[in-house]
């Protein structure tokens, strides 16, 4: 079992910025791959990042080039630096891990509201 704990949510204004991170525990090993989904209100959970053991990243159209997936060297850690933030980006942010053999561990979410 994996264990996934998102911190770094909070409100901030459009233009703002925030970094979230998600810390992972458990059965590490089996980990080959960490990213960042979001839900807003009334709305499906989307894609936003996603980062392999290998460090090749992936975005969604809608983020590229506002934000920045990174790991730690121990692979225990993800982490997503949001930059140039607009209200759309406003949404329950979750942290997702997936193993080789398609097994999915979630987090329990963290709020970023952008708003002035």
């Known amino acids: 079992q994996v264990r996934l704990v998102e911190s770094g949510g909070g409100l901030v204004q459009p233009g703002g910025s925030l970094r979230l991170s998600c810390a992972a525990s458990?059965?590490?090993?089996?980990?080959?791959?960490m990213g960042w989904y979001r839900q807003a209100p009334g709305k499906q959970r989307e894609l936003v990042a996603t980062?392999?053991?290998?460090?090749?990243?992936n975005y969604a159209a809608a983020v590229q080039g506002r934000f920045t997936i990174s790991r730690d060297s121990a692979k225990i850690a993800v982490y997503l630096q949001m930059n140039s933030l607009k209200p759309e980006d406003t949404a329950i942010y979750y942290c997702?891990?997936?193993?080789?053999?398609?097994?999915?561990?979630w987090g329990q979410g963290t709020q970023v509201t952008v708003s002035s």
């Open positions: 997702n891990a997936g193993s080789a053999a398609s097994i999915t561990w």
């Open positions: 458990g059965s590490i090993f089996r980990i080959n791959a």
């Open positions: 980062i392999t053991n290998a460090g090749t990243t």
